[in-house]
Each structure stands twice: as C-alpha cells, then as structure tokens.
C-alpha cells in the first residue's frame, strides 16, 4: 500500500472530522481496510488524538517553511 503523505494526512483530517471510514474510502478511492489501517495508525477512533496528530502535521509544515 503506497500512500502519499498528502492522503495520509488528509485521511486523518477527514477521520478527525467525524467522517465515517467508508466516506473516507470513497473520497481517497482506496478500500475501506487500508483507510481504517491509516486510522489506526494515528490513533482512530479517539478523535482527540487524531486532530492532535494533524495539528502536529500542520506545526511541522510550517516551521520547516
């Protein structure tokens, strides 16, 4: 499973954002598994340690600008 980074992090953001996992598979067309392992890996289903994740994504991106 080759993802870029701009889908993962837009996979966490959408997941952040109460979007159910099927939604998510629909928008990045890729399986619902492979969105769900994307999840999981940033801490779904606790919505707060997904957006923390991509607010710490954000952060990065601009202090490396």
């Known amino acids: 499973m080759n993802?870029?980074?701009d889908t993962?992090?837009?996979?966490?953001?959408?997941?952040?954002e109460g979007s159910p996992v099927w939604y998510v598979a629909g928008m990045v067309k890729m399986r619902n598994h492979d969105?769900?392992?994307?999840?999981?890996?940033?801490?779904y289903p606790?919505?707060?340690q997904l957006r923390r994740a991509v607010w710490a994504a954000r952060n990065r991106t601009l202090q490396a600008a």
Do not use: P
């Open 3 to 5: 993802i870029t980074t």
């Open 8 to 16: 993962r992090n837009m996979i966490v953001t959408m997941l952040a």
């Open 35 to 43: 969105v769900y392992t994307v999840g999981r890996e940033a801490g």
């Open 46 to 48: 606790d919505k707060a």
